[in-house]
Structures are given as C-alpha cells and as structure tokens.
C-alpha cells in the first residue's frame, strides 16, 4: 500500500477501472430497441419464448373491405325482447347472418312433467304432498337438477337424499306408467338401478368421515395396513414353512410388533401373531434347516453354502476374510472337492473352530494390548509416583472375568495420556 | 405341492407285463407280482419325514483336440455329461437331462431321455452349460439346474495340443431329496446308486412299482462307457482325512490360545509383548 502511494498510483484504479469497462457493454446488450428497459425488465429481462404477433398474420392479404358497426342485436335464448347492442363486423357491406352466436349453449334439462291424473294413480306417497311435489319438480327445471341448490331454496327442509330420491321415484314411476311395455325401458338407468336413499346416505357419510380424517388417522390407518400386509405375508412363508421353530418365532415377532407399533395403544384386532417361524437363510440353523427340508430336491453344496452363510453372518467381512484364508493355509479347498454329506458337516465344523478361534484370538490380543498399554503408561515416570500404585489394584480387580471388553478400554483410556495409546497399537500389528 | 401320483402309476401297471420279461439285466429293477392296489396309491402321496434320500452324482465335460482333423470352426469333440458318482444307473431317480448349448449350435437344446445322459458335438469355444436333471413324477416336481463351464484347452500351455490326453473337468456333487415320498422309497430302497439311510423301524412302505424303461436293452449305468478311463476318482476319504487333521491342528491352535487367556485373568497383569526397561 506505501509503494503503490510512493509511486503514486491510486489504489484502486486498476480493479474499478475493469468494472467501469464490463458494465456498460453489458448495459448496451442489455436493452433492446424498441421498448424501454424498465419494460422490458418486466417480462423479466428476457426475451419471449414465442413471438407474441405471428408475422404470418401481417404477411396476410387485405382483398376484402372489412368495417365494424355498431348495432342492435336479439338473443333467442331470452325469452323477453330485449334488445342490446354490439359491434359488428361487416365484411364488403354484407351483414353477418344468423342467430345470436351464443344462444346455442342455453341448454337445459328435460325435466319430465306429469299430470294430473298420473300423479293420482301412480304418484302419491304418504311423505309427500302434491303441492311439494310440484314444487321439487319446478325447482328441478329452473336448476337444472342441481340437488344442493333445490335443497336450499326449498320451503319446507328436506335432506338432499330425500328430495333425490323423491325425484327419482316419481321419474321411474312415470317412466314405468307410460312405457308401452316393459321390455323397452329395461335399458333405461334409472330402471336399471334405481336410487337407493339409504346407500347414499351411507356413501356420503363415509366420504366426509374419510376427508375428515386427521393425519394422525391417516398414518395409524397405514401403519395398521403395513401390519396387516406383513403378517399375512408371514401366514404365507409360514404355510410353506411347515415344520417351525418356537424360539426364532418368537423373537421375530417381537421385534414386528415393535418395529410397527412404537409407542401406540393397542392397535386393532386385526393384528395378530401367527406362532409360526419365517424360514430365511440368514438368520440361524434351525431355521435354514427347516428352508432346506422344505425344498424337495436341492443340492448338497447349496445346503452347505446356506450354513455357512448362516456362520458367517455373525462375523464381519473382515473376519471371514481372515477364515478363508486360514482354510486355504491349512490345504483345504474353500469349496470341498467331493462334497459328501460327512465332509460338508465336517467342513462346516472347521469353519466354525477357526471362527472360534480367531474369535478367542482377538480377545486376547485385545487384552494384552490394554495390559501392554498399562506398562506403557509408566514411560518416563518414576516409579514412585502415585499414578503407578493405582494402576496395580485397578489391574488386580480383573483376576475376574470380565464380559464388557469396553469397560475394560474405558477404564485404561481414563488413566493413561493419550500417547501411550500408540504403543499398544503397534505392538499388535508386529504381532500379526 | 401337489401330486398328481394316480395317473402315472397306473401307466406303469398297464406296461408292466412286457417289463417282466427283459427286466434281468437291471438288478436294480424289482420285479413286482401283484399290482398296485388301492391302498397302495393313497399311501404314495405320503412322505417320509426324517429321511433323507442321497443321489451322488458327477457331472463335467471331456474334451479332446483334434489335431489334424481340426478346422478353424471345429477344433475339439467335446462331450457333456452327467454319471452316478460309482457309475451305477441314474433312471431310478432321473427321468430325463436337458443340455442348454450355446446358441451357436444347431438345436442348442438337447434332451436325453435315456442313459448315457451325455451330449457330444464339435466347437472351438468354451462356454457354460446349462444341464437341468428331470427327476420322475414321484421323485420331485421340480427340476433341478447346474452349471458346468466347457473347458478345451489345458491349463498349462506348454506346446502344441495332443490328441491324446483330454482335458476332463468333472464336478461331484450330491443330489438331496429331503422327504421322499413313500412309493419313491420303495422303488430306491435297494437301488446302488442312490444313497438311503437306515430307515426308522416300523415303516411300512408300499410295494415299490419300477419305472418303466424304453430301452430295455441298453445299459444305464457308464461302468464301461468309452470315455470311462478319463473320469476322475473322488475320494471322500482324502477329504475327510484332510478336513480332520485341519481341525485338529485348529483345535491345538484354539486350546493355546485359551491356555493363554486364562494365564492373562489368572495372572491378572497382562503379561509384557517386549521386555520394558520400565519394569517395576
């Protein structure tokens, strides 16, 4: 900073002086021609994706002489004569011929009407009157049928399934009554399934209960369902499944109910436990056993690899590693070479011996590292100092056996400095 | 699973009477006296629980180079095929064997519906098969798939291919049938080459109905096949004795280290790696 003021240069002439440059290029491609660039920052500083005037349309001929003219007009959808006014295109003096172009959607419904005397023979109902009667019917033609609407302007208050059912009775009842015979209006719909009032109600109730329904109702009812589709998926594996073993049921079942109901109140009758076992391969002996008496015919060195699979899956990848390749020190063949049924059994046991034994291996290695590293902590300390004496009876309690190997790691990790920890690490890889 | 064990049987009974006649150069075909009767066909849908029938088989291919006789497009003859593990008759439990091919011969699928279960043709190149075993109706519904990769040419390549010596690749492995039924026990009971247990006493078998064979004249077992010299021994014996010194030098392995570990919580101060020069 003194140079550059030695040298008299300003600072910041350089850096600014790029920005100056980049800023009004950009600004110049920026704005287009035509519209300001507040408008066109509108459309959001981006060109259209589609010209909004097709230039095909300017390229079009202009042969006809086309005026617009201000005139009146009649709507036949009215049924007052009511005259309005609009703008017209003329087209070479001629006027554009023709009803009002909207008056063909002014549909309606053909609401059926009934005399007199029809309605004396077919139509009375203890419910209803004839003047209620008329009037459902009236407010039919003037809403077009539209139940919610009829229900609200109707004078005396009826449900919407009872003026649609009142509706559709009286409609069938005429249908039936003027038909020349029964045959021809067997097609009709409405003979075909009447309206059923108390179906309705139900439906209706059923539907406003689902979309009423909470979350919370929404994801018990999943839960619920997943349950359901487990448990019949186990009725399943376990109707194949013949011959069963109490012990992994029960256990396998717990672990459903728990893992599908956290925390919930008793749930539903519909989930229940079936008391038999889900033969997978995975999971132990017994159960692989059964699988493979379940098949009817399988081979023998598919029965082996389904056991060992079985062994190993308590082991990590590392350590099966590591039984592998003691078996193929010790001149055995991974995959026996006459696979009889004594020699898979027998190979299946070795597999296990060395699995134990490297099992036991670790465990030593494991603690000799912490009693090494206990050794270790004395480095570079005097033997009097207090530290030394407290580990001897911290170490003396272990003369008994100790199940939690990290309690024991907890308890060396606590008194000694961090840097013996390195020692005992290598001593076990020189060990290897 | 269901059976469909009454239509078959009564097949066999209808031909029976010509079996008799030609069924002595089987000895593993029992000859019945009295047909089957109703009760038996009940009992046939029954299977034997805790009974476990074992038919040891081998499967491979031999392949031999044919020297001058060899084309770019034909080098070797090769033959697939499946044998009892002691060369003893298959039909007993096997119905039939379908060899898959590779796509490039002609009619790549290739059933065999009678022994020598074996496909023979002319390549250059080696591929996978598929053979899949086809058992009898009261045997196993389902088929039963192996794999078998065609090897023609020898693993060390030291100079040029001999016509002489093949190069054999054969697999043992044995074919289980967890719960047999009865009228598959029966028939099998004395059968050399399947392997059955000693049954549990008291089990009353019905009278085995042997399965009726086309070629009658035929052997179908491959003690004297052609291409019996080249087969490979298996030994269940080398590998037991392996498998067991392994497990005893584990043993000794495993017990050191035990005696170890109980010096280590005896002791309770885990023995040093190295002589410290910090020792108390």
Excluded at chain 1, 131 to 157: G, K, P, Q, Y
Excluded at chain 2, 244 to 268: C, D, P, T, Y
Aim: contains cysteine; neutral net charge.
């Amino acid at each position: 900073m003194d140079a550059k003021d030695i040298l008299g240069l300003h600072k910041t002439s350089f850096p600014s002086s790029i920005e100056k440059k980049s800023r009004p290029p950009k600004e110049s491609q920026r704005k287009p021609d035509g519209i300001s660039r507040e408008v066109y920052a509108l459309t959001g500083g981006m060109p259209p994706l589609m010209p909004s005037i097709d230039a095909f349309q300017l390229k079009k001929k202009h042969n006809e002489k086309v005026t617009w003219q201000w005139l009146p007009f009649t709507n036949s959808a009215r049924k007052d004569d009511l005259h309005l006014y609009h703008w017209v295109r003329i087209v070479n003096g001629v006027l554009p011929t023709g009803d009002y172009s909207f008056a063909k959607y002014n549909k309606s419904v053909d609401i059926i009407k009934y005399t007199a005397e029809e309605y004396e023979k077919y139509l009375t109902d203890p419910m209803w009157t004839k003047e209620e009667t008329d009037e459902l019917f009236d407010l039919c033609e003037r809403f077009d049928l539209r139940f919610v609407v009829i229900a609200d302007r109707f004078s005396s208050s009826r449900t919407v399934e009872e003026l649609k059912d009142r509706y559709y009775s009286v409609l069938r009842a005429i249908v039936l009554a003027r038909a020349a015979s029964s045959g021809d209006v067997a097609t009709h719909p409405l003979i075909k399934e009447p309206y059923n009032v108390s179906q309705e109600i139900e439906r209706k109730r059923a539907l406003s209960m689902v979309l009423s329904q909470t979350r919370q109702h929404e994801k018990r009812d999943e839960e619920v369902l997943i349950e359901a589709k487990r448990i019949a998926e186990l009725r399943m594996a376990s109707k194949v499944a013949e011959q069963s073993q109490l012990v992994v049921a029960t256990n396998a079942d717990a672990e459903v109910t728990e893992r599908a109901i956290p925390g919930e109140s008793p749930s539903p009758s519909n989930v229940q436990h079936p008391p038999m076992a889900v033969p997978s391969p995975i999971t132990d002996n017994a159960s692989t056993l059964a699988s493979l008496r379940m098949l009817r015919v399988y081979l023998r060195t598919y029965a082996l690899e389904q056991m060992v699979q079985v062994s190993n899956s308590t082991a990590g990848v590392r350590t099966i590693k590591r039984v592998e390749q003691t078996l193929q020190d010790l001149g055995i063949n991974l995959k026996p070479r006459v696979p009889t049924k004594a020699v898979c059994a027998e190979h299946l046991e070795l597999r296990r011996e060395i699995l134990t034994w490297l099992n036991l291996q670790k465990q030593v290695q494991y603690k000799e590292a912490e009693g090494s590293s206990y050794r270790d902590g004395t480095y570079g300390e005097t033997p009097d100092t207090p530290k030394d004496r407290t580990f001897i009876p911290d170490s003396l309690n272990f003369g008994g056996e100790r199940v939690g190997k990290k309690d024991q790691k907890r308890k060396g990790h606590g008194a000694q400095p961090t840097a013996a920890h390195k020692r005992p690490r290598k001593q076990k890889a020189s060990d290897l | 699973m269901s059976h469909s064990q009454t239509l078959p049987l009564k097949k066999q009974q209808a031909e029976n009477p010509s079996d008799d006649g030609s069924s002595a150069i089987k000895p593993s075909r029992l000859k019945i006296s009295l047909p089957s009767e109703d009760s038996d066909k009940k009992n046939v849908n029954k299977r034997v629980k805790d009974v476990e029938i074992c038919l040891p088989i081998v499967y491979g291919t031999i392949a031999f180079y044919l020297g001058r006789k060899a084309s770019e497009s034909q080098s070797h003859k090769w033959t697939v095929y499946v044998r009892g593990a002691s060369n003893e008759d298959l039909t007993a439990v096997v119905k039939r064997v379908v060899f898959q091919l590779h796509p490039s011969f002609n009619n790549p699928t290739r059933v065999v519906e009678s022994p020598p279960f074996e496909v023979s043709e002319c390549g250059w190149g080696e591929f996978e098969i598929a053979i899949s075993l086809f058992f009898h109706s009261d045997v196993c519904e389902k088929q039963l798939d192996l794999y078998h990769h065609l090897k023609l040419y020898p693993e060390d390549e030291s100079g040029p291919q001999t016509t002489k010596r093949p190069v054999v690749i054969e697999s043992y492995n044995e074919v289980v049938f967890p719960e047999p039924s009865e009228s598959f026990l029966a028939r099998v009971q004395n059968d050399p080459a399947v392997v059955v247990p000693r049954l549990p006493a008291g089990l009353n078998l019905p009278s085995p109905v042997p399965i009726d064979s086309r070629n009658d004249n035929e052997r179908g077992d491959t003690k004297d096949h052609p291409l019996s010299q080249w087969f490979l021994n298996f030994s269940e014996a080398d590998e037991l004795l392996k498998l067991a010194s392994a497990r005893q030098q584990v043993l000794v392995q495993a017990h050191i280290v035990k005696l170890r570990r109980q010096l280590n919580l005896l002791e309770g101060l885990p023995p040093a790696k190295q002589p410290s020069g910090y020792d108390l």
